[in-house]
C-alpha cells in the first residue's frame, strides 16, 4: 500500500479544514474558536496552499496532502470532492504521493470511501480518542468502540491506510484504560498512530469542569509517562506513532486559549526522550552485569539520536548519575550506531555491549 522507498524523507502538506457547525459535542472541543478563528479555505486556495509548501519541501520527499482539521468525510459531499480535485494535477505529475484525510468514526461509509480510494486518498486517519466506551460516552464523542472496530475494519476492506489518533487524560481515563485503547488499536494493525494528551481550551465544557473542580488535566509528567507506555507499545508492534502532543499552532498559542494540560511544543521529543532514557539505564545494567564496570562509561547513539538520549538541559544524563551512582557520563554520536539503539563502552573505546530497541522492547514486561 505504501511504495516510499525505505528511509524516504515524509512531508505532509496540512490544510486545515474545520468542521464548522459540526453537529456534535465533544467536551473539550473548542467549536467557538473554531468557528471565530478559522475559516475553512476555498477549494480555489488549496492550489495556492500546496504550492506555497512545495516550494520548501527538498526535493526526493515523499509529498501528501492532508485535509485535518476536522472530519472531512461530513462535510458537504460535492465539498469534498471539490477539494480533492484540486490535488489531481499534483498526483498526476507526482510531485504529491497522495492525500490523507481525518475523520470521525461514526462518519464512514462505503461510499464515501469509494469516493475518497477515487481521488487518490491513501490514509483515513480516525478520531478514535478512546477505546473505553465510558471514556467516549464522558467525552460526548457520542459513537462507541464497537463502531470504532467497524470503521477500521470497513477502511482496511477498501485497500486504504488506517491512522489512529488517541487522547489521553480524558475525563474518566486512567493509565489502565489507556494502555488498554492502545493495544486494542495496535490489534486493529494501522498504519500510523498519534497521541494527544487532552487540553483544557478555554470556553469548552471540560473548561467549565475544570472550574468547578470536576476534571483535573494530567500534569506533564504523567502525561509522559501515559504516552512513553503508549508509544512502547506501539514501537513492539511495528506501528509508526507518527506525532505525540497537538501541533503548537498559532490558534494554541494565544494567551488564555489552553487553560491547562499538558501544553509544550516539544512533547513528542520529551516522551522520547524518556523513551531513551530507560532504555539507557536498562543497557548500562545489563553493561555491568556482563562486565561489571561501572566507571568512565560511555553511551554510543546514532547521532541523530543525540539530543533524545542527553535530555533537555543533560536530564537524562544528571538522572541516570543519580540513579547509578556515577560522577560522570559521557556520550558520543556517530552514523554508524543503527537508529534507536545504545551501545556502552569505556572510555575511547567502541562500544562493547549494545542493546537494540527491539531487545528493551521484548525485555520488558508487557
Ligand atoms: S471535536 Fe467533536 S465537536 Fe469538535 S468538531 Fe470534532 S466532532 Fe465536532
Excluded at 127 to 135: H, K, L, P
Aim: glycine content about 8%; some cysteine.
Amino acid at each position: 500500500m505504501d511504495d516510499r522507498s525505505l528511509g524516504q524523507r515524509h512531508s505532509n502538506i496540512p490544510i486545515f479544514i474545520p468542521h464548522l457547525g459540526c453537529p456534535n459535542d465533544c467536551i473539550y472541543c473548542d467549536q467557538k474558536i473554531i468557528a471565530h478563528q478559522a475559516v475553512a479555505p476555498a477549494p480555489e486556495q488549496i492550489a495556492g496552499i500546496l504550492e506555497r509548501h512545495l516550494t520548501t519541501i527538498p526535493a526526493g520527499t515523499w509529498t501528501e496532502a492532508a485535509f485535518f482539521g476536522g472530519s472531512f468525510t461530513a462535510i458537504d459531499l460535492s465539498l469534498q470532492e471539490a477539494y480533492l480535485q484540486v490535488v489531481q494535477p499534483y498526483l498526476q505529475q507526482g510531485v504529491i504521493k497522495g492525500i490523507r484525510v481525518s475523520t470521525r468514526p461514526d462518519c464512514i461509509d462505503d461510499n464515501n470511501l469509494d469516493l475518497l480510494s477515487c481521488y487518490g486518498v491513501r490514509m483515513v486517519e480516525l478520531g478514535v480518542q478512546s477505546m473505553c466506551d465510558e471514556v467516549l460516552k464522558t467525552s460526548g464523542r457520542g459513537y462507541d468502540s464497537r463502531t470504532v472496530r467497524h470503521s477500521c475494519q470497513r477502511i482496511q476492506a477498501k485497500n486504504l491506510q488506517l491512522g489512529i489518533q488517541l487522547m489521553i487524560g480524558l475525563p474518566g481515563d486512567t493509565l489502565a484504560r489507556d494502555i488498554a485503547s492502545a493495544r486494542e488499536s495496535a490489534a486493529l494493525q494501522p498504519q500510523a498512530v498519534r497521541i494527544y494528551p487532552t487540553l483544557v481550551l478555554s470556553g469548552t465544557k471540560l473548561a467549565a469542569m475544570y472550574d468547578q473542580g470536576r476534571y483535573t488535566p494530567l500534569d506533564m509528567e504523567e502525561a509522559i509517562r501515559i504516552s512513553k507506555a503508549m508509544y512502547l507499545l506501539f514501537c513492539l508492534h511495528d506501528i509508526p506513532v507518527i506525532r505525540m502532543g497537538l501541533h503548537p499552532g498559532p490558534e494554541l498559542q494565544n494567551p488564555g486559549i489552553v487553560k491547562a494540560g499538558p501544553f509544550h511544543s516539544s512533547f513528542g521529543e520529551m516522551v522520547e526522550q524518556a523513551v531513551f532514557r530507560d532504555h539507557a539505564y536498562k543497557t548500562l545494567q545489563s553493561f555491568h552485569d556482563s562486565f561489571g564496570i561501572y566507571d568512565e562509561l560511555c553511551l554510543h547513539v546514532n547521532r541523530r539520536d543525540l539530543s533524545k538520549m542527553i535530555g533537555q538541559r543533560r536530564s537524562n544524563i544528571i538522572w541516570i548519575c543519580q540513579q547509578m551512582g556515577f560522577d560522570r557520563l559521557d556520550v558520543k554520536g556517530n552514523l554508524d550506531q543503527t537508529l534507536g539503539s545504545i551501545g556502552v563502552g569505556r572510555g575511547d573505546e567502541p562500544a562493547r555491549y549494545v542493546l537494540s530497541r527491539r531487545q528493551y522492547l521484548e525485555g520488558l514486561s508487557w
